[in-house]
C-alpha cells in the first residue's frame, strides 16, 4: 500500500491528504434538515447528514487527491450509527480508488493491538471464514506501550500490505509536555523516531517504509530532524491550514525526491466554505463542496510552490 500512496502522490501532483472530520457543525443545513426529516434529530440522522456531507467532498476532490483521513472520534461520537457513517465512507473511498488512512490513534498491550490491528488493517477469522471488517489502507498508532503494542501493527501490515503512522510529534499545542522531555541528552520524540526507523527497517516498498510517523506541521525545525532520524519513513503530516502550518514550513519534511511526506488538511478543506476567500468567489452553502476543491488546489499550489523554491 505504500507503493500505491506513493505512486498516487506522483500521478496527482498532490503530496496532499483531505481529513474526513465531519463535525455536524460543518455540515450545511439543507443536508442537515433533509437527514432529520428523514431519520429525526437522532444518531441515525447526524449520520445520514455526516455521510452524504463526506460523499459530496469525496465526489468534488477525489480525482486530484491521493488519499483521505477519515478522523474516527468524529463518526464515534455518534455510536454504532455513527460507525456505520465511518465505514461507509472507507469504502466509498475506495471505490473512488483513494487511499483510505485511519485516523484512529490506537495502541494497547499485545493481545488487544492484535485486536484492533485485525480489526482496522487485517482479516477477522470468524468459524472457517475470515473478514476485513473495516478495512482501512492504513491506521495511526500510538507508540505510548512500546513494542508490545506495535509489533501486532506490524505484523498484520506485513501479511497485509498495509501500513502504519506512528505519532512521533503530533501538532497540538502541548505536545511537548511529554514528547520534548529530554532524556539522555535527546528529546523523546527522536527516541520515538529513532524506534520508527528500526520498526520499519524490514518494513520496505520500493523506496519508502510502511512504517510511517506523525509528525506535525506547527514543528517545522522538529520535523526537519526526524527527517533526518528516519529517512526511510513516510511522514503524515497534520496541522496544515486551520492549525497555522503552511507550505513554506513544510519543505524539510520531504526528501529531495521532493516525496517522503504526506499534508494532512481537515477543517481548511472541508469547512472552506464557511471562509471569506472561497465566499468572494461566489461559493455558498448549497455548492459547500467546490469550495473544498478550490481548496485542495490552494493547498497543493501553496505546496508545490513552496517545494519548487527551496
Ligand atoms: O498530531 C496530530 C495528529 C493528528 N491530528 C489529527 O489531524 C486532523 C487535523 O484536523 P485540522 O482540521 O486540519 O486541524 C484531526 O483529525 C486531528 O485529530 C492532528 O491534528 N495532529
Same mark, same amino acid.
Given at each position: ?34 437527514? @432529520? ?15 452524504? @456531507? ?55 498491550? /499485545? ?22 471488517? @473495516?478495512?482501512? *489502507? ?16 506490524? *505484523? ?19 505536545? /511537548? ?34 512504517? /510511517? ?27 496544515? /491550514? ?47 463542496? *467546490? ?20
Amino acid at each position: 500500500m505504500i507503493n500505491k500512496l506513493v505512486d498516487k502522490i506522483k500521478k496527482t501532483n498532490a503530496p496532499i491528504v483531505v481529513g474526513l472530520d465531519p463535525m455536524l457543525s460543518y455540515v450545511p443545513e439543507f443536508i442537515q434538515k433533509k437527514a @432529520f426529516a428523514e431519520f429525526g434529530e437522532t444518531p441515525e440522522g447526524a449520520a445520514e447528514a455526516i455521510w452524504q @456531507f463526506n460523499k459530496a467532498i469525496v465526489d468534488a476532490t477525489y480525482d486530484l487527491i491521493p488519499a483521505v483521513k477519515p478522523q474516527i472520534a468524529m463518526y464515534e461520537q455518534f455510536g454504532i450509527e455513527g460507525m456505520k457513517a465511518y465505514q461507509k465512507t472507507v469504502d466509498y473511498c475506495h471505490e473512488k480508488d483513494l487511499v483510505v488512512i485511519g485516523d484512529i490513534k490506537r495502541g494497547d498491550i /499485545g493481545s488487544t493491538s492484535a485486536a484492533y490491528a485485525v480489526g482496522h488493517l487485517g482479516k477477522v477469522q470468524i468459524g472457517s471464514k475470515s473478514y476485513a471488517t @473495516f478495512n482501512e *489502507d492504513f491506521a495511526t498508532v500510538n507508540p505510548y506501550l512500546g513494542t508490545d503494542g506495535i509489533k501486532p501493527f506490524v *505484523d498484520v501490515c506485513k501479511e497485509e500490505k498495509k501500513g502504519i503512522f506512528i505519532l512521533v510529534k503530533t501538532s497540538n499545542p502541548s505536545s /511537548g509536555e511529554f514528547q520534548d522531555r529530554v532524556i539522555d541528552g535527546r528529546p523523546l520524540y527522536e527516541w520515538v523516531g529513532e524506534k520508527v526507523a528500526e520498526w520499519g527497517a524490514d518494513c520496505m516498498g520500493d523506496s519508502y517504509s510502511y512504517v /510511517g510517523a506523525v509528525v506535525g506541521a506547527t514543528y517545522p525545525e522538529m520535523g526537519k530532524v526526524l527527517r533526518k532520524v528516519m529517512p526511510k519513513s513516510f511522514i503524515l503530516v497534520p496541522g496544515y /491550514g486551520a492549525q497555522g502550518g503552511k507550505g513554506a514550513d513544510l519543505v524539510h519534511f520531504f526528501n529531495e525526491d521532493g516525496l517522503g511526506a504526506i499534508v494532512n488538511s481537515s477543517r481548511g478543506i472541508i469547512a472552506a466554505y464557511k471562509q471569506d476567500k472561497y465566499k468572494e468567489m461566489g461559493i455558498t452553502e448549497e455548492n459547500f463542496a *467546490d469550495a473544498s476543491r478550490a481548496a485542495v488546489k490552494d493547498m497543493v499550489a501553496d505546496i508545490s510552490g513552496a517545494l519548487a523554491s527551496r
